[in-house]
């Protein structure tokens, strides 16, 4: 079965960085693509960025993290990775990791097996 487990959320100063991690669990080969998203007080998940195992390929789709995001996959240890940088208030909210057979923009609706989540919070 396949599933997914988040950490690295935390409470962090604006300007501060962070890195979240996603272990994954189960799955049967190593084509597959994780993506990550993060939903906001009263509103709707979205999509930030994807990464395809086992070609590295990755994706940012949310305007506002490029050039402050990256995601980045560790084959290792099953982990995607999302590193983030000069970290806004507006960013706060609870991040989710989520697989499907290949990256996609079209929103978290096509993703499934989604982790339990990690909260970070961007406060001074």
């Known amino acids: 079965q396949v599933r997914l487990v988040e950490s690295g959320g935390d409470l962090v100063q604006p300007g501060g960085s962070l890195r979240l991690s996603c272990t994954v669990f189960?799955?049967?080969?190593?084509?597959?693509?994780i993506g990550w998203f993060r939903q906001a007080p009263g509103k709707e998940r979205e999509t930030i960025s994807c990464i395809a195992s086992p070609t590295n390929s990755s994706f940012t789709y949310l305007e506002s993290v490029k050039g402050r995001f990256s995601i980045s996959r560790d084959k290792s240890n099953r982990t995607v990775y999302l590193f983030m940088s000069n970290l806004e208030p507006e960013d706060t909210g609870v991040y989710y990791c989520?697989?499907?057979?290949?990256?996609?923009?079209?929103?978290?609706?096509?993703?499934?097996?989604w982790g339990q989540g990690t909260q970070v919070t961007v406060s001074s």
């Open positions: 189960g799955f049967p080969s190593d084509y597959y693509a």
């Open positions: 989520a697989w499907r057979y290949a990256c996609s923009g079209a929103g978290p609706r096509v993703y499934e097996s």
